[in-house]
């Protein structure tokens, strides 16, 4: 069942604006209990080997001479062997307080044709094949946790993503007003309406909402989107609700990635750190962040210095309920003959047992539903520590 918040609505029917697709989609969830979860859907494939590179691995510079870093180049040295990248420099605090860590070497099961759509349907659906699902695992997780049916949940998006989407309840919120006019014709409204209290309000809503697509406004009003959206989030869940998944695009990194790569980056960062900044200590003590994509990106840099669709990715974890300070997973290696079909990243974890620890731990959802009904199939490890104890 989805309930629409209308105010956004109302305000595009008042302007006589014409409705179009949402650029960037967000979304939130409510469940019982104290304990949080947020995903970040990135869009686009980010590279996990741009965002924290294994600069100990002495292949790294031969698969990428103008894209690898080492730390004299600026690279921030985490633990001896892997070290993040200067632009995520704003999240090296949360590493030191061990609230930041990652999963290296992730994947979905998604492996036939490196296409966006299909590997962002198997990230959001949770399974273990193209069409295995059509519902969202977050959707379907809702379900099991104990005593959910008292909670609902809300997807901030004119539709429900794939993520939230299935047979729970979900509320609709849209991150996108459809503005669709020049800045001097929205100045024009808000003075005429400027003494009525409703549509100003409305209007400074959709208007700070527009904020998170590039498609109309660069990057400095894109960002402040960002973090108008985990504001947003935050705000939500200092309330009833315990559940948050939005969406940074921007990933695609096919030409001139360490120019394109800044963007989304630092987006990332500013949705983490407001995130933290709006939660008080104690929620944030209860909040667990993942950022997952729907798969990582080549090993080898291309002529165009970039990137292309790989399989071995990235996830990020954040947040005061997290063990972080370390970089998980087991490493295989980026030797030729270590890689995937000569070009990707090895995937050695398996990303839905990394979501399925979270909905494990923040919310008591037991084994035989994470395996018979939200990852059938998965056969959960329940013994990896990713969040604290």
Not at 155 to 166: K, N, P, Y
Not at 236 to 244: K, V
Request: charged share 20%; with cysteine; proline share 5%.
């Amino acid at each position: 069942m989805t309930n629409e918040i209308s105010r956004r609505t109302l305000l595009g029917a008042a302007c006589c604006l014409a409705a179009s697709p949402v650029v960037t989609p967000v979304s939130f969830a409510a469940v019982p209990g104290d304990n949080r979860l947020v995903t970040i859907v990135l869009r686009g494939a980010m590279d996990g080997l741009a965002l924290v590179q294994p600069y100990g691995d002495p292949a790294l510079p031969l698969l990428r001479p103008k894209l690898a870093l080492a730390p004299e180049q600026g690279l921030l040295d985490l633990d001896g062997f892997f070290g993040l990248n200067p632009l995520a420099e704003a999240l090296i605090p949360l590493w030191r307080s061990r609230e930041l860590g990652f999963v290296h070497a992730i994947s979905t099961p998604y492996r036939s044709g490196r296409s966006h759509f299909d590997g962002q349907d198997m990230l959001e659906s949770g399974g273990a094949a193209l069409n295995d699902e059509r519902t969202g695992w977050l959707n379907r997780a809702i379900a099991s946790i104990p005593r959910s049916a008292e909670r609902k949940a809300i997807d901030v998006t004119t539709t429900s993503e794939l993520i939230l989407s299935g047979p729970n309840p979900v509320d609709v919120w849209s991150t996108r007003a459809d503005l669709d006019m020049a800045e001097d014709e929205q100045m024009a409204f808000v003075r005429l309406y400027r003494n009525d209290p409703v549509f100003a309000a409305a209007m400074g809503d959709a208007m700070d909402t527009d904020m998170f697509s590039d498609r109309i406004y660069g990057d400095e009003r894109r960002n402040a989107g960002v973090a108008a959206v985990a504001r947003l989030a935050a705000g939500m869940l200092s309330g009833e609700h315990r559940i948050a998944s939005f969406t940074i695009n921007g990933w695609d990194t096919h030409v001139g990635q360490e120019r394109t790569f800044k963007r989304p980056v630092t987006d990332l960062c500013t949705a983490i750190l407001t995130l933290k900044a709006n939660l008080s200590p104690q929620v944030w003590r209860k909040t667990a962040i993942l950022a997952i994509t729907e798969f990582g990106r080549t090993a080898r840099e291309n002529g165009s210095g970039g990137t292309d669709h790989g399989t071995g990715g990235l996830a990020i974890i954040a947040g005061g309920a997290v063990a972080g300070g370390r970089v998980y997973g087991t490493w295989p290696g980026l030797a030729e003959t270590a890689l995937l079909d000569d070009r990707d990243l090895m995937p050695t974890t398996d990303l839905r047992q990394l979501a399925a620890a979270m909905l494990y731990r923040q919310f008591d959802v037991s084994v035989s539903a994470i395996d018979n009904a939200i990852f059938p199939g998965l056969s959960f490890d329940r013994s990896a520590g990713y969040l604290r104890a």
